[in-house]
């Protein structure tokens, strides 16, 4: 599992003071997604990656409420494929944002022993998509999470 710091890993306590319910939270996602895929509000944008980030990184509501985790897969499926591949990248340090967070997640999904196995199931089937789809790769770890050598 990638190992990033505790605040990055967890946040579902945070996701459950601001949103009672899944349904706001995905609803939130897709209100954001429309703003900005159709209104080109990009605040709009920064609210979607900053929604999905936050879905990527709750460790532990992944095993507490696998329910909300199939809809968040199943809707982010639908509005990646609205969107061209190109579009994700980052024009200055060419990353893409999305195979960042997402690499968190599989790797909580494909290392968790205590993930419902049609979650995991259909995480996996979700991130070959993207692999096939889009040429994404999923296995190189998150620069901000990779070892850092210091020269003594």
């Known amino acids: 599992m990638v190992q990033c710091t505790k605040p990055e890993q967890n ?3 945070f996701l459950l003071t601001v949103f009672l319910e899944n349904k706001n939270l995905l609803g ?3 209100f954001s997604f429309i703003c900005f895929l159709i ?3 990009y605040t709009a944008f920064e609210q979607w990656k900053s929604l999905i980030h936050l879905l990527c990184s709750c ?3 992944v095993t507490t409420n696998p329910d909300l985790f199939r809809k968040f897969i199943n809707t982010l ?3 990646v494929n609205e969107i061209p591949e190109d579009f994700f990248v980052d024009i200055v340090s060419q ?8 690499q968190v997640f599989f790797s909580t999904l494909e290392e968790s022993t205590t993930v419902d196995s ?3 199931r259909l995480g996996l089937q979700f991130r070959k998509h993207l692999t096939k789809k889009f040429k994404w790769d999923f296995t ?3 620069e901000d999470c990779q070892p850092v050598v210091v020269d003594l």
């Open 140 to 142: 190189e770890q998150p």
């Open 28 to 30: 939130e996602m897709q």
């Open 39 to 41: 209104g080109h509000v």
């Open 95 to 102: 990353t893409n944002f999305l195979t960042t967070t997402l």
């Open 118 to 120: 049609q979650l995991k």
């Open 11 to 13: 946040r579902w306590k």
């Open 59 to 61: 460790d532990d509501a």
């Open 77 to 79: 499926h639908f509005q």
